[in-house]
C-alpha cells in the first residue's frame, strides 16, 4: 500500500470512528455524515469542494431517487395500520392463537408477520406494545423484557427474509439486480434458524429471571384498557397478504406488481376494508404526516449513504475492498463481515446496506458469486450489529415506548437482536459456501 493509501486509510478510520462517536452522543447525523466526509476527503486529497458537491450530493441525491418510493409507500401501509388499529387485531388475534402458555413467543410473532406485510417497525412496536403489556402482565413476566421481544420480532428474521417489502431487503436486491426473493431457500432456512434460537433463548432468558423472583411491575404511565374499536383480525390480515402475493408472485417471469405498487396496493385496500375504524376527518393530515415522516427517514439513511460516496473516492477504498474479497475462508464471509461492521458503525441496518449494496454487491457478483445469495448474506448479515445501543430504533423503543433503561432491558435485546442474528448470518454463510445456486 503506497503512502497516499495509507493515509486515506487512516482517515476512512478516522470519518468512522468520528461517525460513531457522534451519533452515540446524539449529535445530527446529516452534521455527523458531513463532518466524517470532509475528513475522508481531505485525508484522501481529494478536491474538497468536488467531494461534497458533486460526490456526496450526488450519492444523496441518487439514494433518496432510487428508494423515496419504497419508504413513503411503507409508511404509507404503516400509517393506515396504525390508524386503524388494524395492527392491533393482528396483535390481539395471533396472541389469543398462542394461549397463555406461549403468550410470551406470540408478542414477537405477531410483530414478525406484520412486518413481513410491509408494515414500518416503528408502527408495529408501538401498535404492539400494549399488547404486549397486557401480556407479560396476565402471565407475571419481567416487564424489563417486552423491549426484547419487540424488537426481535420487528427487526430481524421478518425484516430481512426473502419476498419482505422491506428496505433491507429492497435495496441489496435492487443493488445486484435479483428479485425480493433472490437466495430464497437459504434466506428461509437462516431466518428460521434466527426464529427458532429466538423464540428458545427468549424463553429461557424470562424463565430464569422468574425463577430469579423476577416479576410484572407496572410503571406509572402504564395503561390498561381493552381495545374496542379495533376491525375484524381476518379482514386485517387480507392486505398483507395481498401485498406479498403482487410483489412476489410472477407472470412470465415478471412479478405482478413492482415493490412500491405492490405495498401501495395493500395500503389502499386496507384503507377500505378498515375505512370505518378511523377518523375519516385526518385522511389527508394522516398522508402528509407520513410523507414528512418517510421523507424525514430516508434523509437519514441518505447521509450515511453519501458518506460511503466520498470513501468510495479516496486511494484506499480499493485497497480495502480487495481486502474484502480475498478473507481467508468463505469467498462470501468477507461480505457478510463487512456488511455486519458496517451496520455497526451506521447504527442502522438500512444504513449498513445502503453502503455496502452499491460498493460491495456488484463486486462479489462480478468473481462469480450468485445474484441472490450476494443479496441475501447483505441483508441478513445487516441484522446483527445494527443494533448496538446507540441505534435509533433501539433508543426509541426501549426508552421512548418501553420507558426502560438501557441498564435493565438492553442485554436482553443484545442477545434477541445481536446475537442470534449473528447466527443467522453464520447459517448463511455455511449454507452459500457449500450450496451456492439454490434457488
Known amino acids: 500500500m503506497s503512502g497516499g493509501e495509507l493515509i486515506s486509510?487512516?482517515?476512512?478510520?478516522?470519518g468512522l470512528v468520528i461517525l460513531v462517536i457522534?451519533?452515540?452522543?446524539?449529535?445530527?447525523?446529516?452534521?455527523?455524515?458531513?463532518?466524517?466526509?470532509?475528513?475522508?476527503?481531505?485525508?484522501?486529497?481529494?478536491n474538497l469542494y468536488d467531494a461534497l458537491k458533486n460526490t456526496y450530493m450526488a450519492s444523496f441525491a441518487g439514494f433518496v431517487q432510487s428508494y423515496w418510493l419504497?419508504?413513503?409507500?411503507?409508511?404509507?401501509?404503516?400509517?393506515?395500520?396504525?390508524?386503524?388499529?388494524?395492527a392491533k387485531a393482528i396483535a390481539k388475534i395471533i396472541v389469543k392463537i398462542f394461549g397463555d402458555k406461549f403468550a410470551l413467543i406470540a408478542i414477537p410473532l405477531a410483530c414478525g408477520i406484520l412486518a413481513y406485510g410491509g408494515v414500518s417497525v416503528y408502527v408495529v412496536s408501538f401498535a404492539v406494545f400494549p399488547i404486549a403489556l397486557e401480556?407479560?402482565?396476565?402471565?407475571?413476566?419481567?416487564?424489563?423484557?417486552?423491549?426484547?421481544?419487540?424488537?426481535?420480532?420487528?427487526?430481524?428474521?421478518?425484516?430481512i427474509a426473502p419476498g419482505a417489502p422491506q428496505i433491507q431487503n429492497a435495496i441489496p436486491t435492487s443493488a445486484v439486480g435479483t428479485s425480493l426473493m433472490g437466495g430464497a431457500t437459504v434466506g428461509f432456512i437462516s431466518c428460521g434458524v434466527i426464529l427458532v434460537l429466538g423464540c428458545f433463548v427468549l424463553m429461557r432468558m424470562v424463565k430464569s429471571q422468574k425463577n430469579k423472583g423476577a416479576h410484572f411491575i407496572a410503571k406509572p404511565m402504564d395503561v390498561f384498557k381493552d381495545e374496542e374499536n379495533i376491525p375484524n383480525s381476518f379482514i386485517a390480515f387480507i392486505p398483507l397478504i395481498v401485498t406479498i402475493f403482487l410483489i412476489n408472485f410472477k407472470i412470465d417471469g415478471q412479478p405482478i406488481c413492482q415493490l412500491e405498487t405492490g405495498v401501495l396496493c395493500g395500503a389502499v385496500l386496507a384503507l377500505i376494508l378498515m375505512w370505518k375504524y378511523q377518523d375519516r376527518t385526518k385522511l389527508l393530515e394522516n398522508v402528509g404526516e407520513t410523507c414528512k415522516s418517510s421523507l424525514s427517514a430516508i434523509c437519514n439513511t441518505s447521509a450515511v449513504v453519501a458518506f460511503g460516496g466520498v470513501v468510495k473516492t479516496v486511494p484506499a477504498f480499493q485497497a480495502i475492498v480487495d481486502a474484502m474479497l480475498n478473507i481467508p475462508g468463505p469467498r462470501i464471509l468477507g461480505l457478510a463481515i463487512a456488511t455486519t461492521v458496517l451496520a455497526g458503525i451506521c447504527g442502522s441496518a438500512s444504513g449498513g446496506v445502503g453502503i455496502a449494496s452499491p460498493l460491495l454487491g456488484p463486486a462479489f457478483v462480478n468473481m462469480g458469486v450468485p445474484a441472490g445469495a450476494v443479496a441475501r448474506t447483505i441483508a441478513i448479515s445487516s441484522a446483527a450489529l445494527d443494533s448496538l445501543p446507540h441505534n435509533g430504533y433501539i433508543v426509541t423503543v426501549c426508552n421512548g415506548l418501553?420507558?426502560?433503561?438501557?441498564?435493565?432491558?438492553?442485554?436482553?435485546?443484545?442477545?434477541?437482536?445481536?446475537?442470534?442474528?449473528?447466527?443467522?448470518?453464520?447459517v448463511a454463510v455455511a449454507l452459500f459456501t457449500m450450496f451456492p445456486n439454490l434457488p
Not at 486509510?9 to 478516522?14: A, F, K
Not at 401480556?135 to 425484516?159: E, H, K, Q, W
Not at 442477545?415 to 443467522?424: D, R, S
Open 135 to 159: 401480556v407479560f402482565r396476565a402471565a407475571d413476566l419481567p416487564r424489563n423484557y417486552i423491549p426484547a421481544a419487540l424488537t426481535f420480532g420487528c427487526s430481524t428474521f421478518a425484516m
Open 22 to 46: 457522534l451519533v452515540m452522543k446524539g449529535i445530527n447525523i446529516y452534521v455527523v455524515a458531513f463532518i466524517s466526509a470532509i475528513i475522508v476527503a481531505l485525508f484522501g486529497q481529494v
Open 70 to 86: 419504497i419508504f413513503l409507500t411503507g409508511a404509507l401501509m404503516g400509517k393506515v395500520y396504525e390508524v386503524t388499529n388494524g
Open 402 to 426: 418501553c420507558n426502560e433503561s438501557h441498564k435493565d432491558c438492553y442485554m436482553p435485546v443484545f442477545w434477541m437482536t445481536v446475537v442470534v442474528p449473528f447466527v443467522g448470518t453464520l
Open 9 to 14: 486509510l487512516l482517515g476512512i478510520v478516522l
